[in-house]
């Protein structure tokens, strides 16, 4: 089977974990979680950076520290994993749901800010926070959204779980990455992530009180050199001294996993020249990372529930993209501004084999299954 999205283990990863073995140092305490958040904290260009257990448990922390809560309004992508808005939900916060746009299938940034200051016009409600994701490695639009910030207050945290290594060319944010431009940023490392630590997340933010915030929170609220005084409710969302000794490993990679992704993502889209899909969106002023390369269906071929059976038959595994979160039962009732081009996406979105090892070989026979499967 060639597989959807595998990670690689061919650095020091074994060696590292190995250390962590030998000295006992295998929880939330231990060298490798410092020196994991200080590299990744480099890396993207943030000044500080906290560890957590998870992708949803750093969203969940990055969302309380910029307001989420009872009574409060957060808006966040219509087509993402559900675990954006879960988080939301962790906080008490409402849920606005905002419909995506055609060119990246990020959230269509200009819909809501155009809502926003329609809705701040006549003194209606509008959201406290901005929950903007970038989806499959694509970074969104996000000025528009800085510029409800400036103008109404609105914080924005950046849901980058999928687009670790993602960003910007050209313009105002020439050079950076998704993540780092927001007043918060969080990021997954699960297994099927560009690095993985098995299961895990960071939070990056450029303020270090929602940096001290973050951490105090994340150990349970537990008061420095206190015999056990817990000052807040906390969380147990630390990562592991061993998850962090693979993510530091991971991240001494991560240039050649990232330029491995890109190379795939040009192999595709080479391979599917001729074929009735659209391949996987690229805006001229981005710079994506293809998390997992997604192409649309053609209109009048087969459903992608279909395609995936086909391809599996052949030993490739695909996916359908997220159905979004308006065809959700937990968040059906929700406010939410459109919602057209994201039921498009689903309809329509079917995920490639994308793991950094994939070989051309591979890719060539993922190419001639789905022409198969489309009948082509």
């Given at each position: 089977?060639?597989?959807?999205?595998?990670?690689?283990?061919?650095?020091?990863?074994a060696r590292y974990v190995n250390e962590c073995l030998e000295s006992?140092?295998?929880?939330?305490?231990?060298?490798?979680?410092?020196?994991?958040?200080?590299?990744?904290?480099?890396?993207?260009?943030?000044?500080?950076?906290?560890?957590?257990?998870?992708?949803?448990?750093?969203?969940?922390?990055?969302?309380?520290?910029?307001?989420?809560?009872?009574?409060?309004?957060?808006?966040?992508?219509?087509?993402?994993?559900?675990?954006?808005?879960?988080?939301?939900?962790?906080?008490?916060?409402?849920?606005?749901?905002?419909?995506?746009?055609?060119?990246?299938?990020?959230?269509?940034?200009?819909?809501?800010?155009?809502?926003?200051?329609?809705?701040?016009?006549?003194?209606?409600?509008?959201?406290?926070?901005?929950?903007?994701?970038?989806?499959?490695?694509?970074?969104?639009?996000?000025?528009?959204?800085?510029?409800?910030?400036?103008?109404?207050?609105?914080?924005?945290?950046?849901?980058?779980?999928?687009?670790?290594?993602?960003?910007?060319?050209?313009?105002?944010?020439?050079?950076?990455?998704?993540?780092?431009?927001?007043?918060?940023?969080?990021?997954?490392?699960?297994?099927?992530?560009?690095?993985?630590?098995?299961?895990?997340?960071?939070?990056?933010?450029?303020?270090?009180?929602?940096?001290?915030?973050?951490?105090?929170?994340?150990?349970?609220?537990?008061?420095?050199?206190?015999?056990?005084?817990?000052?807040?409710?906390?969380?147990?969302?630390?990562?592991?001294?061993?998850?962090?000794?693979?993510?530091?490993?991971?991240?001494?990679?991560?240039?050649?996993?990232?330029?491995?992704?890109?190379?795939?993502?040009?192999?595709?889209?080479?391979?599917?020249?001729?074929?009735?899909?659209?391949?996987?969106?690229?805006?001229?002023?981005?710079?994506?990372?293809?998390?997992?390369?997604?192409?649309?269906?053609?209109?009048?071929?087969?459903?992608?529930?279909?395609?995936?059976?086909?391809?599996?038959?052949?030993?490739?595994?695909?996916?359908?993209?997220?159905?979004?979160?308006?065809?959700?039962?937990?968040?059906?009732?929700?406010?939410?501004?459109?919602?057209?081009?994201?039921?498009?996406?689903?309809?329509?979105?079917?995920?490639?084999?994308?793991?950094?090892?994939?070989?051309?070989?591979?890719?060539?026979?993922?190419?001639?299954?789905?022409?198969?499967?489309?009948?082509?």
């Open positions: 089977m060639i597989r959807l999205s595998d990670p690689t283990f061919d650095g020091n990863e006992g140092f295998v929880s939330s305490i231990g060298p490798f979680v410092d020196r994991f958040e200080r590299e990744f904290a480099a890396r993207v260009g943030a000044t500080y950076a906290v560890a957590c257990a998870s992708g949803t448990a750093a969203l969940h922390i990055a969302l309380q520290l910029a307001g989420a809560g009872p009574s409060r309004l957060v808006a966040v992508s219509d087509f993402t994993f559900i675990a954006s808005a879960n988080a939301i939900r962790y906080t008490g916060a409402d849920v606005l749901l905002v419909d995506s746009e055609a060119q990246t299938w990020n959230m269509n940034t200009e819909l809501l800010h155009d809502h926003v200051v329609r809705e701040a016009a006549r003194g209606a409600r509008i959201p406290d926070v901005v929950e903007v994701v970038h989806i499959l490695g694509h970074p969104a639009d996000v000025e528009p959204l800085l510029e409800l910030r400036d103008r109404f207050g609105v914080r924005i945290v950046e849901d980058a779980a999928e687009s670790f290594g993602a960003g910007w060319r050209g313009g105002r944010f020439d050079g950076r990455q998704a993540g780092t431009v927001g007043d918060l940023g969080c990021y997954s490392f699960n297994g099927n992530k560009i690095i993985t630590t098995g299961s895990g997340g960071m939070i990056t933010t450029d303020d270090p009180e929602y940096a001290a915030k973050a951490k105090h929170l994340t150990t349970q609220a537990k008061v420095p050199g206190s015999a056990y005084l817990h000052d807040a409710v906390g969380y147990n969302y630390r990562l592991s001294n061993l998850s962090a000794a693979v993510g530091v490993a991971q991240l001494e990679r991560l240039t050649d996993l990232i330029d491995r992704k890109r190379q795939i993502a040009d192999g595709y889209a080479k391979l599917l020249d001729g074929l009735p899909v659209a391949v996987a969106p690229c805006a001229p002023w981005a710079d994506p990372t293809y998390w997992l390369y997604s192409v649309l269906l053609d209109a009048d071929g087969p459903a992608p529930a279909t395609v995936v059976t086909e391809l599996a038959c052949d030993e490739v595994e695909a996916r359908q993209v997220w159905r979004p979160l308006h065809r959700q039962p937990p968040y059906a009732d929700c406010e939410r501004l459109d919602g057209s081009v994201a039921d498009t996406l689903h309809d329509r979105g079917l995920s490639l084999p994308s793991s950094a090892q994939l070989e051309e070989a591979e890719q060539q026979t993922v190419s001639v299954a789905l022409a198969s499967a489309l009948g082509v």
